[in-house]
């Protein structure tokens, strides 16, 4: 049972233009959400977070929107580069010490 | 600093094969983590820890053996090697100082494949 899911595998962006990737979540009792980027043959590296009791948080060109409601967070990139092309993943916690990550989403920003 | 340092990038072991991945941070980080990725399966933790002495079981801990005996090391055990282990394993440390709230240092990854 997959607590947290990203449902597209890929996305294309035209550089200059927004990049929007989504991240679905299950569980209810999750209170903190992270992003991290992965270029091949690396490990990943953190990007952003954001805790439940905000809706938004932002840093440079990158954007985290949280809706408890829809358990839904989204991550905004304005604008795209083309460094910025790699997978994202999404991952939550639920105040315990273990993190759950989604499949990840691989994002190609085209010069 | 190194980071979070993993060896050896690449091993092929044979089914029944047992071996260690080792896994190093130099950061002084309480928290360290073994995940492992599989295609379309994300990043899956495998086994964590909270400080010298303290282990728990991730997701998916069936088949891997940890132990933490020093702040800075953290390796993982393959006692008897089987086709499903073949993955990319990633090692990953962070402070807990911010109660959780600070973010994970990955190492670059062990690809393993059992044949």
């Known amino acids: 049972d997959q607590q947290v899911k990203q449902n597209s595998p890929s996305l294309s962006v035209q550089e200059g233009r927004i990049s929007i990737l989504n991240c679905d979540y299950t569980?209810?009792?999750?209170?903190?959400f992270l992003w991290y980027k992965k270029y091949p043959a690396e490990g990943p590296t953190f990007l952003i977070s954001?805790?439940?009791?905000?809706d938004k948080n932002e840093d440079g060109r990158f954007t985290v929107f949280l809706n408890k409601s829809a358990k839904h967070l989204s991550l905004h990139i304005v604008p795209s580069q083309p460094g910025d092309s790699a997978v994202y993943f999404c991952?939550?916690?639920?105040?315990?010490?273990?993190?759950?990550f989604g499949t990840g989403t691989r994002l190609k920003v085209l010069a | 600093n190194a980071g979070v340092t993993q060896t050896p990038k690449f091993q092929v072991l044979k089914t029944g094969q047992s071996m260690t991945l080792q896994c190093a941070q130099d950061m002084n980080h309480e928290y360290m983590s073994w995940y492992r990725q599989d295609p379309g399966m994300g990043l899956r933790l495998i086994h964590y820890?909270?400080?010298?002495?303290?282990?728990d079981q991730g997701e998916v801990p069936n088949g891997y053996n940890v132990s933490r005996s020093t702040t800075e090391d953290f390796p993982l055990r393959l006692l008897s090697a089987a086709p499903s282990q073949t993955s990319v394993y990633f090692c990953a440390s962070s402070s807990v100082a911010g109660g959780l709230k600070d973010e994970q240092y990955f190492g670059p990854g062990t690809r393993l494949t059992v044949t």
């Open positions: 569980n209810s009792m999750f209170d903190y």
């Open positions: 820890s909270v400080g010298a002495g303290i282990t």
């Open positions: 991952a939550a916690s639920s105040g315990t010490y273990k993190y759950i």
């Open positions: 954001i805790s439940s009791i905000k």
